[in-house]
Structures are given as structure tokens and as C-alpha cells.
């Protein structure tokens, strides 16, 4: 037994339980690191430009994000214009409750599952 197949079955062994159904759980870890990785390297950017980040950020500004951070992924998870983004990873069930919007379920195993899962 090589240490890939130990590893993987003391992640099954851990993971055993959770759900009765199949969850995709690694590659929800994975999803999660690469979305860190991304914000470590924004980060480290922002950082590196010498540009000085605001004192104090105001409330107007961070309700004006959570209004812009609602509407993108209103925008990536429902939209027409964006089903092509989705259609690897979800499949079209019709017309959503809303004009231009869709209703998709996640499809797939593994990857493909946990970002359609993300997506819808």
C-alpha cells in the first residue's frame, strides 16, 4: 500500500459518516484552498504596489459591497447570459421564478459536483 492509497483512506475513514448521500468533501477542501490562495495573492499584491490601504473603511462603502457581492452572484448562479459558465457543472431543469433567470441542479462527482453546487 504507496502513501497515496493510506492517505486516501484515512480521508474516507474521516469523512465516513458525514452523509448517507455522496458529497464531494475533498474537493469542497480543494474549492476552499484555491479561493485562499487567490485572496493570499490579492493580498500580497495590494501589498507590494505601495499603495496605502483607507484608515477606516466607511458603512457606506460596505453596504454598497454587499449590494455589488449580491448582485454578481445573482448574476453568476441564475442568469441566462451566464449559463454557459455553468452548463459543465449543473443541468437545466427550466424557466426560473424570475424573468431571465434559470433553474439548474448540480450534476457530476467530485469537482464537477461541489462547483455546481456552487454555482446553483
Do not use: C
Not at 487567490?38 to 490601504?53: C, G, Q
Not at 452548463?87 to 431571465?100: D, I, L, N, V
Amino acid at each position: 500500500m504507496n502513501a497515496d492509497s493510506k492517505h486516501n483512506g484515512l480521508i474516507e475513514q474521516v469523512m465516513q459518516g458525514y452523509s448517507d448521500e455522496s458529497r464531494p468533501l475533498k474537493a469542497y477542501v480543494g474549492l476552499m484552498g484555491v479561493f485562499n490562495l487567490i485572496f493570499a495573492a490579492v493580498l500580497l499584491t495590494v501589498k507590494r504596489s505601495n499603495r496605502r490601504l483607507p484608515e477606516r473603511v466607511g458603512y457606506a462603502d460596505i453596504i454598497m459591497l454587499g449590494i455589488a457581492s449580491h448582485k454578481v452572484s445573482r448574476l453568476l448562479t441564475k442568469d441566462w447570459v451566464t449559463s454557459p459558465l455553468r452548463a459543465p457543472f449543473t443541468t437545466y431543469e427550466g424557466a426560473g421564478e424570475m424573468s431571465g433567470e434559470v433553474t439548474e441542479s448540480p450534476r457530476g462527482k467530485g469537482w464537477r459536483l461541489a462547483i455546481g453546487e456552487l454555482v446553483t
